[in-house]
């Protein structure tokens, strides 16, 4: 909690008990406080909440994307294609877009703070890993816009995914989801539906984040948790830009693409 709005609360909480001590004495001041301390939570939620969210996702998208393409040392021109057709795909306006590119250039130069950086999202996000799996799944875009991934950028990857309460296993999800898409890009058009490769099958188990020894009972428990988790409804409610309730669809018809393919070389 910032300075600022700890003085505004322990202000609230103060006046609160103030008045209540004037018409109930300790009992008065003790509900009094209470009620100031509820009032603060109350008109803060509703001046800094879904607009401020908003605001603080897509900052830290951009400065934490910065940071991780410029990890290997240089910043390469697919990453800043790759950065700029995500501000497309968010359809940010003039303004938007103008933060976003000195948040990318904030996130890149030498000094960035990026546990900072992830705090303060981790803190706004308020720990929802449907959130942070987003943002993660972003990142990891980006930096594969090169076709690769280095070793010094898939360290800070980690860093990112710890510093925002994830496990390392979060990114191989991520990754093989990715990996899924490019290739249903890649075989569009090429036909009637065929049996998946080895390849394809464990990206499909590393998606649902289960083994292949895995029951076809844990099977649908995993699928239906990652279903509830990534929910488009979820991203909606927390005031998120409407894109980033597509790529929330996106992600969803995947995790199903990924367990119709194992229950189809299970029959």
């Given at each position: ?14 006046l ?18 209470f ?13 800094f909440?879904?607009g401020s969210?908003q ?8 400065a934490?994307m ?45 000094g960035?703070d ?7 999202l981790?803190?706004?996000t ?11 799944e ?7 816009a090169?076709g ?9 990857l980690g ?25 249903g ?18 990206d499909?188990?590393?998606v ?60």
């Amino acid at each position: 909690m910032q300075a600022a709005d700890f003085s505004r609360m322990f202000f609230s909480i103060a006046l609160g008990a103030f008045i209540g001590f004037g018409f109930g004495r300790l009992a008065g001041a003790v509900l009094g406080g209470f009620v100031g301390w509820w009032l603060h939570k109350t008109v803060r939620a509703q001046l800094f909440g879904a607009g401020s969210l908003q605001s603080q996702f897509l900052d830290s998208t951009f400065a934490v994307m910065g940071a991780v393409c410029k990890a290997d040392g240089r910043v390469d021109e697919r990453e800043i294609a790759a950065a700029e057709a995500m501000m497309r795909r968010l359809r940010l306006d003039a303004d938007q877009r103008m933060a976003a590119i000195d948040a990318f250039n904030r996130g890149k130069a030498a000094g960035f703070d990026l546990d900072a950086e992830l705090r303060t999202l981790r803190q706004a996000t308020g720990g929802k890993v449907h959130l942070t799996r987003i943002f993660l799944e972003v990142q990891l875009q980006a930096v594969l816009a090169d076709g690769q991934i280095a070793a010094e950028e898939r360290a800070m990857l980690g860093q990112v995914a710890r510093g925002l309460g994830l496990s390392p296993i979060e990114i191989a999800r991520i990754e093989a989801i990715l990996r899924m898409a490019q290739r249903g890009r890649g075989q569009a058009g090429s036909g009637g539906p065929r049996p998946a490769s080895a390849d394809e099958l464990g990206d499909a188990y590393a998606v649902l984040g289960v083994q292949r020894s895995a029951s076809d009972a844990e099977l649908k428990r995993a699928y239906r948790k990652l279903m509830s988790e990534h929910h488009p409804d979820k991203i909606a409610a927390k005031g998120l830009p409407e894109s980033m309730r597509e790529m929330a669809e996106r992600k969803t018809r995947e995790i199903t693409h990924a367990y119709d393919l194992i229950k189809s070389a299970r029959q």
